[in-house]
């Protein structure tokens, strides 16, 4: 009987399904287009003079990128070193925020303790709270301990963060196998040991894909370093960026279309490479209700 | 610490032997080592973080400014009375509200007819994982460079948006679009929803996925058509979704920053992007370096947002299982006033 009307339901409307398919990927393909043109557009212009970008469109390259190239480095802008900077950054950050928001997970996942409860609806209220808000004491507080134009407060915070901490629960709970935990302790591992050994190694895709989001996250930061980081040889890529809007600039279009497509190379990238993991990742663990 | 362990262990070791079940170690006692393990993310939370919460709303109370040593000094409310006079603060509150209002509407419709696209057994899409990934990618741009790449795609009277427009002779005269207030608030709201549609797709395909195929089987054979299985079974099924994508983009966009102010550092043409963030940072910038007043921002940023999203929360709750509680509280009580009538 549901077999029946189903297929019924199917046949009856099959004419008008392949219409509204045929919309539905119109719709897609015009929204991908939407996503990568501007992206593209702005690779594109990186390859081309600043007289071709002002004169006409272009989907193709050109072969301007070495004067490009030239001019944006002549000018000082130290996109070079602003690379090196932000991957030192990013890099050391990010480890931290996984390691020790797997630590925090892991604690809150495997042990009873007296202040468990309290301690993890506390990190879900942190979660929600826009500490974005707090950079104004931040820096303050910052300049009263010296380390101002330091990497430090741009690394340090990382430890605590409770969005990670959440993620890494989550994923914790629906990955950890409690039995290989008993088992090590039998063998007389200790609870450290554990966790090194048994928990980091069996956690690896929530562990790879958290390091991901956080690098990504972490080299798009922009707020923190334009406060903090004040000397031009210690920028990192965002600000690199934000001297593009100089009046160094302002006819040197092709320099400014490179400046950008070199801070957002490195995610397209990975992007590239890893979109299936990121994309599915985003979920991981997350929302279970 | 690793020597205090290994002594540790021996004792739990000794509990495994004699306390036989696995109970002991299946409960995972040992819960000192479970505050070793959250010390370093307590200790850096309450030093830096918590810290420099309590430090900004110090801040807001006093009439700090940091390139005056004279300043510092508690000055109760008049960091708030002076903002709320402010024109410019004023209209940077409606500016944030309306490009966030104006980029959420459509990023939710967008994502929920998408999400049901691609999630439907009906369609059979094919590339799915294409699409999403195109449609996602965006959400992974650097939020400064997008401005800055979009303040050059409209610049001037030679920017490609106006040989764009030129080319397929939607225009005569090429246009300075960025004269306008209108285009302004319109630009960085699209900017916004186009950075994050596909984030909310992602997360509303992954909620229906959830939802049982046989809630949509039995409502077929009933003769429910698309909308009222999608009224009735989707839509109730994604609240607490709902709910989360709602508060953190409402969050996150009382806190819109990157994006209005790489477009313009001043706020544009009669400040229509100034956003409080922006506000709240260039008073951080200017001249003498205004902190307090720029905390007082932050603090009324926060306020704001605990406000908006606990509204969010108390509306959209699940009313259903707040009565089934009531209902079941309710029905316990009487049944213990019977078992002592009984006694």
């Known amino acids: ?289 | 610490m690793r020597g205090g362990n290994k002594t540790d262990l021996s004792k739990s070791g000794a509990n495994v032997i004699s306390g036989g079940k696995s109970r002991k170690i299946g409960s995972l006692e040992k819960g000192y080592m479970a505050y070793i393990m959250i010390a370093p993310f307590v200790i850096v939370f309450l030093v830096f973080t918590l810290y420099s919460v309590l430090q900004t709303i110090w801040l807001a109370f006093t009439d700090t400014v940091l390139l005056d040593p004279q300043s510092g000094n508690f000055d109760g409310i008049n960091q708030f009375q002076r903002l709320f006079g402010e024109t410019i603060f004023r209209r940077s509150i409606g500016n944030t509200w309306l490009i966030w209002i104006v980029n959420f509407l459509p990023q939710l419709g967008v994502a929920m007819l998408l999400s049901v696209w691609f999630s439907s057994s009906f369609l059979r899409l094919r590339l799915k994982g294409l699409w999403r990934s195109l449609i996602f990618l965006p959400n992974m741009m650097m939020p400064a460079t997008v401005g800055v790449m979009y303040e050059r795609l409209f610049q001037d009277r030679y920017a490609p948006a106006n040989q764009f427009l030129l080319g397929i002779r939607a225009v005569n005269t090429p246009i300075e679009f960025f004269d306008s207030p209108q285009f302004n608030q319109m630009l960085v709201a699209y900017i916004q929803w186009w950075m994050w549609y596909g984030n909310t797709v992602v997360i509303l395909v992954a909620g229906m996925s959830s939802i049982s195929v046989a809630l949509y089987e039995s409502a077929m054979i009933d003769g429910a058509n698309g909308w009222r299985m999608f009224k009735s079974i989707t839509l109730p099924s994604l609240r607490p979704i709902l709910v989360y994508t709602l508060v953190t983009s409402l969050v996150g966009g009382l806190q819109m920053f990157e994006i209005p102010f790489m477009i313009s550092n001043t706020g544009g043409p009669r400040n229509s992007i100034s956003t409080m963030f922006t506000v709240m940072f260039r008073k951080y910038e200017s001249g003498r370096k205004f902190i307090a007043s720029a905390a007082a921002v932050g603090v009324i940023i926060l306020i704001m947002s605990t406000i908006a999203s606990s509204i969010v929360f108390f509306l959209l709750r699940d009313r259903d299982e707040i009565a089934e509680k009531k209902a079941r509280k309710i029905a316990e009580k009487e049944k213990k006033l019977k078992s002592k009538a009984v006694m």
């Open chain 1, 1 to 289: 009987m549901i077999m029946k009307s189903s297929t019924a339901l199917r046949e009856s409307s099959s004419a008008q399904l392949i219409f509204f398919r045929l919309i539905i990927y119109v719709v897609l393909i015009f929204l991908s287009a939407l996503a990568v043109v501007p992206i593209w557009l702005v690779i594109i212009n990186a390859t081309r003079s600043s007289v071709e970008i002002r004169t006409s469109l272009s989907f193709l390259p050109s072969t301007h990128l070495a004067q490009n190239w030239r001019f944006l480095e002549g000018s000082g802008t130290g996109m070079l070193q602003g690379y090196q900077n932000s991957i030192f950054v990013s890099v050391s950050a990010s480890v931290l925020t996984v390691y020790f928001s797997m630590m925090t997970a892991y604690a809150l996942e495997v042990y009873n303790f007296k202040i468990k409860d309290i301690f993890r609806r506390f990190i879900y209220l942190l979660v929600l709270i826009p500490m974005g808000v707090s950079v104004m004491g931040f820096y303050q507080y910052m300049a009263r301990l010296g380390l101002v134009n330091t990497y430090i407060p741009l690394i340090i915070p990382a430890i605590a963060a409770p969005p990670n901490v959440f993620f890494a629960e989550q994923y914790l709970k629906t990955s950890l196998v409690k039995d290989l935990i008993y088992s090590a302790r039998i063998d007389g591992c200790s609870e450290l040991g554990i966790f090194h050994r048994i928990m980091l190694p069996m956690a690896k895709p929530g562990i790879f894909t958290l390091l991901i989001f956080q690098l990504i996250f972490n080299w798009n930061s922009f707020l923190l370093p334009a406060m903090i980081i004040t000397s031009r040889s210690r920028y990192t890529v965002p600000l690199v960026v934000r001297q593009l809007e100089g009046d160094t600039y302002r006819t040197e279009i092709g320099a400014v279309f490179l400046g950008i497509t070199l801070s957002l190379f490195p995610i397209i990238f990975i992007y590239t490479l890893l979109s299936k993991q990121i994309v599915g990742g985003l979920t991981l663990g997350a929302l279970k209700e």
